[in-house]
């Protein structure tokens, strides 16, 4: 049987859409691996920004000149630079951070303990700022109504301007202290029980996330509107739950997805404070920790690894983003 | 004819009253720190009045742990924070622009692709980590603050800066200046900077807030001015160890904060309707 002209173009399409997803998934590899490479030889690098000798800085002015060589020769900084560069290099593929210079601990094992709950906080906040930023955007974009974009806009830019950690203050002083409904401090690690000691910061990241998700998904819900597509729902009759998510919010995902991905850098940052505010035991905790005892290897294990997971991230984000809307061209 | 015009003139400009209320509200805060410290029969950072006391006609509000006036230290610290927040956005924006722009302009491409490859490295790293991390190795202070958001954050102007130099590089009027035999350097400041700057100088004022904010973090954590300068985030840390029992102390500093923050907010988005407004006439 022969082929008709329409299906050869189909088939050609098809290979040729294959073909293009191959190569944008090969070349956002190789971007990442780059990328990653880079973050590493920063994260070793950033040590040596570092005013006079780390080690002697580290352990004080009393230490003896036995004490400093000794510690000098245990994190190999007697050796030359490409050779220090090559142990940390090879160390981190056999998942070797270095040593903590004072609780004896394995960075791996720092991070391993406390990257969970951090993790855990983040999770909780994309969860409810999608939860939360869906609704808002449609509503605003479906409304007709003038007053509603411009106190839609008002609150949103307002908000992103708020210090979360001063909000995460406030909200203690009246979720914790006044209402009693949130813990001050301390944390459980089992999984339902632990959600009692995570709302609240992960409440006030919203603060910031869920303005930002609302404006982008609510800018390209206002494009999708404008599209013939839409017309044709509403004319067909679609059913609601339909015509919202096929018609309205699928098209309109992909910038959203690949701004969340970015986003979960500014989390990590955000997550930090509310670990140090509501004594979480999280990762960002351990670096303010290693941060005031000049905890040199931890602070700098924390940093690639968090510089890793934003890589990793938007890798995800970028192809999710193109699998959802195809007709996204990257850079 | 006569009829249209008036009508144009009544009309409010897209984005005036965001505009209006920014430099309002901003120009309120400067103008309180600038008589409030000098009127103020209390100093700054001298104890000596009850500790802890709440707000009344006195001092309005309140005191902190240590017996100072809030009233006077919260708008003491208006140009430490502000100016330290706009010397950490200066910095960067007129490094990254220039390097950016060189970037964008110059056709080797081996120095091309590895400074770009340092800056897509350094634009990996959350932000706030990345200079937390910085501190930990300068050490702490606002100067180190200054420079730890310098190194981080002029990655992330020259990126706009390089992708908007490429561009501009192949305007006519680049084309034009060249064929008259300007000079390159010239041609870099005269012609090519002012554009690419117009890009960056926009991205400048909505980071301007994150740095504001940024600023007033560090402190907070321990890693910005040293005691007893006042300083919003410095305030903020020191109130929130008694703030069941006080709540003051660390409330207004936090609200400054959030007015600072907001003015530039409003700023921001009044200058993009009105630059919005400008592009599609």
Known sequence: MTQLPTDIKEAETKDRNKLALRRMFLGRIVRSLSVSFWVMVIAFLMIRLSPGDPVRIALGAEATEAAVTEMRHKLGLDTSIFSQFYHYFTGIFSGDLGMSFFSGLSVTNVVGTHLPVTLMIIGMSILLGIILAIPIALFVALSKNQIATYLFRAFTSVSLALPGFFLALVGLLFFGTTLNWAPAAGYTGAFPGNLHFLWLPAVVNCGSLVPVLSRVLHSSLMDTLDEEFVETGVIRGVRKIRFYWSYMLRPSLAPTVVLLSYMVGVMIGGTVIMETIFSLPGIGRELITAVDSRDYPVVQGIVMIFGLIVVFFSFIGDLLGYLLDRRVTLS | ?281
């Open chain 2, 1 to 281: 004819m006569s009829n249209a015009k008036t009508k144009k003139k009544r009309q409010v400009r897209e984005g005036s009253f965001g505009l209006y209320t920014g430099f309002g509200m901003m120009g309120l805060l400067i103008l309180a720190g600038l008589i409030f410290p000098l009127i103020s029969k209390y100093d700054p950072n001298q104890p000596g009045l009850v500790p802890m006391s709440p707000p009344d006609g006195k001092t309005f509000f309140g005191t902190d742990l240590l017996g100072r006036d809030v009233f006077t230290r919260v708008f003491d610290a208006v140009f430490i924070d502000l100016g330290t927040a706009l010397v950490g956005v200066a910095i960067p924006l007129t490094v990254g622009t220039i390097i950016g722009t060189l970037l964008g302009i110059s056709k080797n491409k081996r120095v091309n692709s590895l400074v770009g490859s340092i800056i897509d490295g350094i634009n990996a790293f959350p932000f706030l980590i990345f200079v937390i991390a910085l501190i930990a190795f300068i050490g702490p202070g606002l100067k180190s603050i200054i420079l730890a958001l310098s190194l981080v954050n002029w990655a992330r102007y020259a990126r706009i800066a390089r992708t908007r130099a490429v561009v501009v590089n192949q305007q006519g009027y680049v084309e034009a200046a060249r064929i008259l035999g300007f000079s390159k350097v010239r041609i870099l400041f005269k012609h090519i900077i002012p554009n690419v700057s117009s890009e960056t100088r926009a991205y400048a004022l909505s980071d301007f807030i994150i740095v504001i904010i940024a600023v007033a973090a560090l402190s907070f954590l321990g890693m910005g001015s040293p005691p007893p300068q006042a300083e919003w985030g410095a305030m903020i840390r020191d109130g929130a160890q008694i703030l069941t029992l006080a709540w003051w102390p660390t409330i207004f500093p936090g609200l400054a904060l959030c007015w600072a923050g907001v003015s530039v907010a409003f700023i921001a988005e009044g200058l993009q309707r009105r630059l919005r407004e400008v592009n599609t006439k």
